[in-house]
């Protein structure tokens, strides 16, 4: 089959731009929360919650009170009341099953939502790079006495360098109980971070998912 490059395009132009575009895709992908598997009580599919306590169980307590802050002004915002933990008990404390009951019913919540990591892996995406050529070779075909021939012709390679990319890919579950300490939905995300990127937008995007799929099977 005769090629159908342009003249100056290098034989193996598309196929490196082509792996190039998917590497964008990938880190793409990678740098946001992906949900895996959520599951609904047939009995409590469609029955929304009115209000609920917001328990972060992160190892970090500002990373607590980020995700509770945050679930509780979403849940806010489609009428459901949202009463974070962090602001009533420590995290500690909340291994006192009687006195993390009492809390709940005190607080007058009628469901308990819970997020804890469950797993956490590391994973590195390589791009090699690649030249590419614009229109024409590098070398000027011009005459070069004018200084927009220069110009023309500085532009015609492009090169990318090789990068390397690494995340963090966190396992995280999330669960939805009634007063009664029924589990009523569950759902497990992956959440991947790159090196440097902000905590709280990644939180923030975790918990968008989180809401969507709570409102996806009628439970807000």
Not at 89 to 115: F, N, Y
Request: aromatic letters at 8%; one cysteine or more.
């Amino acid at each position: 089959m005769p090629s159908t490059a342009k003249p100056g395009e290098t034989a193996n132009m598309k196929p490196t731009l082509l792996f190039f575009a998917v590497t964008v895709l990938l880190l793409t992908a990678c740098a946001s929360t992906t949900k895996q598997a959520s599951w609904t009580d047939p009995e409590n599919a469609g029955k929304k919650i009115d209000s609920v306590f917001i328990i972060g169980a992160a190892r970090e307590e500002l990373t607590r009170r980020v995700f509770e802050d945050d679930l509780a002004r979403r849940l806010t915002a489609v009428g459901v009341k949202g009463i974070t933990s962090y602001q009533h008990m420590r995290l500690d404390a909340l291994d006192d099953r009687q006195a993390a009951v009492g809390m709940v019913k005190a607080l007058g919540a009628d469901a308990v939502i819970i997020a804890q990591v469950v797993g956490e892996r590391a994973e590195q995406v390589v791009n090699p790079g690649f030249t590419e050529v614009r229109g024409r070779p590098y070398y000027p075909t011009h005459a070069g006495d004018h200084w927009h021939d220069f110009y023309r012709s500085s532009y015609s390679v492009v090169s990318r360098p090789p990068t390397v990319a690494n995340f963090q890919v966190v396992t995280v579950e999330t669960s939805l109980y009634g007063a009664d300490g029924k589990m009523i939905w569950s759902m497990r995300s992956e959440t991947a971070t790159a090196s440097g990127q902000a905590v709280q937008s990644t939180i923030e995007e975790f918990v968008g998912v989180v809401v969507d799929d709570l409102a996806a099977n009628g439970l807000i």
